[in-house]
């Protein structure tokens, strides 16, 4: 099921939580959505998922929109601070979400062992949720969001409180998962976005500020190719001079004299990498390295939500 | 499964996961049973085969033992976020808080069930009024769903478990003698509307063994009134 936001708006008062925000998520996509504290992606998965009211604009799951109410049974959801009934045993508890999702009454054993095998549950089935550290109680929140083999996967931050080999587990699961289903995922760790997700959206007060694949992205901000080098045998004043002077090189900074590193920015739309080649294999100097330099993602993010 | 059943199983087995049940029912059936049996003008001083007295004592014990499972209801699923893992599931805001009304009720039921013994003893002790007996309990029942109905509105208002008690509480004093004393003390008109008000009258006009539409009514309407504006309050969210 494709999910399609239309100009969607929320407002607390007088501040705009969220402010006519427009994308599509097609099945089979993992959608990361990243934004600093309070931009708005939390309002917006909770309008996703018809918890909240929608103020302005509309979501459309599958040609219908959400605000009738029948869409529940095809979302699975994971809520920010993966809220449980404390008091209840994990397999009781994974029973109760089962059977309010309108799982059939005969496949809900099968669909909470499945769970339970899938999130890594198995030895703690049988204890209270209350009695569960974090990482398995998100663990429980997850298989509660997946219950019922939804369409569509909200996930609020999914892999808080996970230790890193099930960070990695979940991740994987996501994958997974994202390849028939759609997914929107809501995460503070960007490592985790650039692993998961086949794209990136950025909000920032409640406005979308960038969205496209991590390279893409990384293409946007970072403009012209930065590539570090290093020359043995070189004279490192000449080095400079020469590598200054040729054409598609835009700007040389030396970084370690003594070492004879540089970092180089080629002109805009120009690769410098062969001009350098040739004119160390002219001099007869050695590149002993030569890094392409990227853009990190959390660059990207910096730059797009400080203003 | 009907998502109403599902709420209303899981509710009733969480009163008995926890301590709640257990706490009010030993309350409940103990103080009734104390001032039934053994204190006061109880069955033996007033030497007639009816529960007349239990009534009474029921009257006011399950005024405060009903706000005290009902405030959490709502109020905690707020306060812990659990209403909004509850509410994106595919259940809609009115079954959610049907399914919590039942299962009060059906705890009070569980309650009442448990002084069956009082009406078999007494009815092997003398003559027993059967169908004045059959009406108190259930004059209990109804009056027990009109205070859960308030409990649910008033745990639906606030996040806080003291203040939904609290608050209750003091909507039900109204109905459970204040109205009443207004009835009493005016004349006319107004004496006339406090009357219909008061649930104390409806509830003796029941126990003393008349089923009139117009009580059943009264109390139905209250839970209906009461549960809608519940789910109002827990709709408006975010």
């Known amino acids: 099921m494709d999910i399609s936001i239309q100009n969607l708006g929320k407002s607390y008062g007088l501040q705009k939580a969220v402010d006519g925000i427009s994308f599509d998520v097609k099945t089979g996509e993992i959608l990361g959505f990243l934004g600093p504290n309070g931009a708005g992606k939390t309002t917006t998965m909770k309008m996703i998922c018809n918890y909240i009211t929608i103020d302005q604009g509309d979501v459309i799951i599958g040609g219908k929109s959400v605000k009738t109410g029948e869409l529940k049974k095809y979302i699975g959801y994971l809520p920010e601070n993966n809220p449980l ?19 059939p009454k005969a496949q809900i ?38 219950i019922h083999d939804p369409e569509i996967l909200i996930l609020d931050e999914p892999t808080t409180g996970l230790d890193p080999n099930q960070i990695v587990e979940i991740r994987e699961l996501i994958r997974q ?62 080095a400079f001079q020469a590598l200054s002077g040729l054409p598609s090189v835009g700007m040389v900074d030396i970084i ?52 | 499964m009907n998502p109403v059943w599902t709420i209303t199983k899981r509710e009733f087995n969480s009163f008995f996961d926890s301590l709640v049940a257990y706490i009010l029912l030993f309350a409940f059936l103990g103080f009734s049973g104390f001032f ?87 009815a092997q002790l003398g003559n027993i009024d ?33 203040v939904a008690f609290l608050l209750a509480l003091f909507i039900g004093i109204f109905f459970h003698f204040i ?23 409806h509830y003796e006009s029941i126990i003393r063994g008349v089923l009139d539409t117009k009580d059943i009514i009264y109390f139905l309407s209250i839970v209906f009134i009461s549960l809608v504006l519940a789910e109002i309050n827990i709709s408006k969210r975010g």
């Open chain 2, 179 to 201: 109205f009443n004393f207004i009835a009493s003390a005016s004349t006319g008109m107004l004496g006339e509307i406090f009357d219909t008000l008061s649930l104390s009258r």
């Open chain 1, 256 to 307: 370690d004299g003594t070492n004879g590193r540089f970092e180089i920015q080629s002109k805009p739309e120009m690769t410098a990498n062969k001009d350098i080649f040739l004119l160390c294999a002219k001099n007869n100097w050695i590149l002993s390295e030569s890094i392409p330099f990227e853009t990190k993602l959390e660059d990207i993010f910096r730059d797009l939500t400080l203003n």
């Open chain 2, 130 to 162: 059967h169908g004045a007996t059959i009406c108190g309990y259930f004059g209990l029942i109804l009056m027990s769903a009109a205070y859960i109905g308030i409990g649910l509105f008033a745990s639906s208002i606030t996040n806080n478990q003291i």
């Open chain 2, 36 to 122: 039934t049996w053994l204190y006061g003008a109880d069955i033996f001083i007033r030497k007639e085969a009816d529960l007349q007295v239990f009534f009474s004592i029921a009257f006011w014990t399950l005024f405060f033992f009903i706000p005290a499972i009902t405030m959490r209801q709502l109020a905690e699923e707020k306060k812990t976020g659990t209403i909004e893992m509850l509410l994106t599931k595919a259940v809609t805001d009115r079954q959610v808080v049907v399914g919590k009304f039942l299962s009060c009720l059906l705890l009070v039921c569980v309650a009442l069930l448990f002084t069956l013994p009082y009406y078999i003893s007494v």
């Open chain 1, 109 to 146: 054993p099968d669909r909470v062992r499945q769970m339970v095998r899938l999130c890594g549950l198995n030895v703690e089935k049988h204890k209270k949720i209350a009695e569960l550290s974090k990482g398995y109680r998100q663990r429980v929140g997850l298989a509660q969001a997946m």
């Open chain 1, 177 to 238: 998962l994202g390849r028939q289903k759609t997914v929107i995922l809501s995460t503070h760790i960007l490592p985790e976005v650039e692993a998961t997700c086949d794209r990136i959206l950025i909000i920032n007060r409640g406005k979308i500020v960038a969205d496209g694949t991590a390279d893409t992205l990384r293409k946007q901000s970072q403009g012209q190719q930065v590539i570090r080098i290093k020359i043995d045998d070189a004279n490192t004043e000449s």
């Open chain 1, 85 to 103: 009934y404390l008091e209840m045993p994990v397999i009781d508890y994974l029973e109760f979400c089962a059977a309010l999702q309108q799982v």
